[in-house]
């Protein structure tokens, strides 16, 4: 019988490995993935959001589209639309699912409801403006909602006349906060603010108040830096505001209104909202830091009862979730560190069962329920997925050369033979302000599995300043740009060469954003540790940097804590263009034509710079329509070939010149 069972177990084995194949790039940037849920009352209804990209030399350009299903207990989904009409912001309130979407007719995105029973969606509210976001009261009776005012048809005139001029940052134009009875026989909204943007808003259980989050300006850097949440009444009255400095994440009521749970910073230089903090209304809104020695960052909260919050951590690569009582502030795990990467929860009141999203090294983003610390998975999206052969992925750890012992996540190549090396691809990540978790690292940026299938060994490091490690690791890399962070990396490299697994005559860098600003820092002033470098919406000016970026205070805030004309030649000697005559690395530089937190101007000028010294291969690509990072599946397709063939050029052919220019799309039209 033994034997008869070790058969029958090896030969699946052996037909799972005949099986399996390799993952390609078109499909890397088109798996499909949860991004948002709802929850019924009872807990036993999930509504849910599934990103759907489109297909490549197929579909026309555009963003992807967003299907939206339900799931009953652990039966499988079930569509409700799957039209090219988008929805989102999902709510089950009732008996009804609302959303909003632009659908047939709609001149803006309206809201929509859709009985959970199923049938055809139906319009609830239309506005002059598109609705942004919205929440109902608990009696279904009064919407409130965020939008502008009707847009200036006398601006459309003038513009069709050829009246154009832009005023920066003076032309500002305010979201605001309605309010709407829809009791009412012709039910129409009411502002209620003038003065401030609105970032978010909510109604305070078993009160007549709403909650906002409001910044002085439409500003981005506003939005970072300058926020704070206030309860209005329903006329908009200002009844109380909640003290808070620097960033400012998720808030959420108690089911009773007591108490405001928020997600706050440690102070005006900390550079990610992570803190958890908890208002008591009742007490004068005295607040409390309720995981004041928490050693990662708190990601998202929920309420599960009056006095227990629901909380999702991330600690290093892991995450976990907990619940926390208010009288003693006690906690208890519900999902131990080492199961899935959260991405958020959903908890209902008086109910035990906690949905999360969460995603795997083996899947993106999926639906989960976690019940008895355990997780029910309720989705699967990329079935396909179960074909292809995964790489090993684990945590390591090293020291940073002062010592520091720093973390990040390493990928095999496929068919990994221990003892022989080979080349490395880094992966940097932005912020800095960021953190890899130990999960689904497959973007169009790091296309991990598809690299590894190409004997590639994937590197991904949380460099100091990185979240996930409490706030004092996070300010680690403030008033140091390209210090020790970047050189955090330069050691990271180094370890994988002392073990023996990679090639250090074969080792690329790439990154987005600050990850970028590392890439350019690596193909210059760190030329000697890199072959080949691909460099994304990326820093190459500190100084020119400050003056074309829209987060200029929260740079100074939480990563210079200096400006450019404190310290001119600091910030110059900073700059990867400072370092461009010793470049060696050959470089590929790629950048959204219409970023406004990286100019392309930085691209552009690493590019000048490069040519005009002539000393390495360099190109620069732009994308039209696309800002800071890549949002269409085409771009991120044209991306990812872009990078997989620099770094198999210059790190496997060991070649001297760039590629040719042109990709082979056309031959790919249907």
């Known amino acids: 019988m033994f034997l008869r069972l070790g058969l029958t177990a090896l030969c699946a084995t052996l037909s799972l490995a005949a099986s399996a194949r390799d993952i390609t790039l078109q499909e890397t940037v088109t798996t499909q993935s949860i991004n948002s849920v709802s929850v019924s009352n009872d807990g036993q209804v999930a509504a849910f959001t599934r990103v759907k990209p489109r297909t490549p030399y197929v579909d026309e350009d555009g963003s992807s589209f967003i299907e939206l299903l339900v799931v009953r207990g652990e039966k499988d989904p079930v569509p409700f639309i799957t039209d090219k009409n988008s929805v989102s912001d999902v709510t089950i309130h009732g008996d009804f699912i609302y959303f909003t979407s632009k659908r047939e007719g709609d001149d803006h995105t309206s809201l929509y409801k859709i009985s959970l029973s199923g049938g055809e969606a139906q319009k609830v509210f239309s506005h002059d403006n598109s609705i942004y976001s919205y929440a ?35 032309q500002l ?24 943007q609105v970032h978010s808003i909510a109604f305070r259980p078993g009160h007549e108040q709403l909650l906002l989050r409001t910044a002085p300006t439409p500003l981005v850097d506003d939005s970072y830096m300058s926020s704070q949440y206030e309860l209005v009444s329903f006329a908009g009255a200002q009844e109380s505001a909640f003290e808070t400095v620097g960033k400012l994440g998720k808030a959420e009521f108690s089911p009773d209104g007591r108490y405001l749970a928020v997600i706050g910073s440690a102070d005006y230089n900390d550079p990610a909202d992570g803190r958890l903090f908890v208002f008591d209304l009742q007490n004068q809104n005295t607040v409390r830091e309720v995981l004041p020695d928490y050693p990662g960052h708190v990601q998202d909260i929920d309420w599960r009862r009056n006095d227990e919050l629901i909380y999702l951590g991330h600690i290093g690569t892991e995450s976990e979730v907990r619940a926390i009582t208010m009288q003693w502030l006690e906690t208890r ?8 990467i959260v991405v958020d929860i959903e908890a209902t009141p008086e109910q035990p069962g906690v949905y999360a999203r969460a995603h795997r090294a083996t899947h993106p983003t999926e639906l989960f329920r976690i019940e008895n610390q355990s997780l029910i998975r309720l989705t699967n999206s990329n079935p396909w997925l179960d074909e292809i052969t995964m790489p090993r992925q684990e945590t390591i750890e090293y020291a940073a050369r002062d010592g520091l012992m720093l ?40 296309p991990a599995k598809y690299a ?6 994937l590197f991904f490091p949380n460099y100091r300043g990185s979240t996930g490690r409490g706030v004092e690791f996070s300010k680690l890399g403030q008033n140091d740009y390209a210090g020790k962070e970047f050189d955090d990396i330069v050691d990271g490299k180094n370890h994988l060469v002392e073990l023996g697994l990679v090639d250090t005559e074969k080792a690329g860098i790439t990154g987005g954003s ?10 210059t002033a760190q030329t000697e540790h890199w072959a080949a470098s691909v460099m994304f919406v990326g820093i190459s000016d500190n100084i020119s940097k400050f003056g074309t970026t829209d987060i200029a205070k929260e740079m100074h805030a939480v ?29 590929l530089i790629m950048h959204g034509k219409e970023d406004t937190r990286v100019h392309p101007s930085q691209s552009m000028e690493l590019y000048r710079y ?3 010294h002539g000393n390495v291969p360099v190109r620069l690509v732009l994308y039209p329509g696309e800002g800071h990072g890549n949002r269409r599946v085409a771009a991120q397709l044209d991306y990812s070939m872009r990078l997989m063939r620099w770094m198999d050029t210059f790190l496997k052919e060991g070649a001297e010149e760039a590629p040719d220019h042109e990709l082979p799309h056309a031959e790919q039209l249907k």
Not at 186 to 194: E, G, H, L, N, S
Not at 428 to 441: A, I, M, T
């Open 173 to 196: 134009e305010f979201t605001h906060a309605w309010l709407v009875d829809l009791s009412n026989e012709a039910p129409i909204a009411a502002q209620i603010t003038d003065d401030r």
């Open 610 to 612: 490069l040519k005009t």
């Open 407 to 446: 973390q990040g996540i390493l990928v095999y190549p496929t068919d990994y033979q221990e003892g022989t090396r080979y080349p490395l691809i880094t992966v940097v990540h932005g912020g800095p302000e960021s953190h890899y978790s130990n999960g689904w690292l497959d973007r169009y940026g790091s």
């Open 559 to 587: 990563h210079a804590r200096s400006y450019p004309w404190e310290k001119w030649q600091w910030y110059l000697e900073r700059s990867p263009i400072y370092h461009a005559e010793k470049a060696r690395t050959p470089i």
């Open 514 to 523: 600050y990850g970028g600003f590392a890439s350019a820092w690596g193909a």
């Open 452 to 457: 590894a299938q190409q004997d590639y060994v």
């Open 136 to 170: 109902l009261s608990a009696d279904g009776r009064y919407l409130a909602f965020r939008a502008r005012e009707e847009a200036d048809k006398a601006k459309k005139d003038l513009a069709k006349k050829g009246f154009k001029a832009e005023v920066y940052e003076e």
């Open 333 to 340: 795990t519900l999902l131990e560190p080492g199961q899935a």
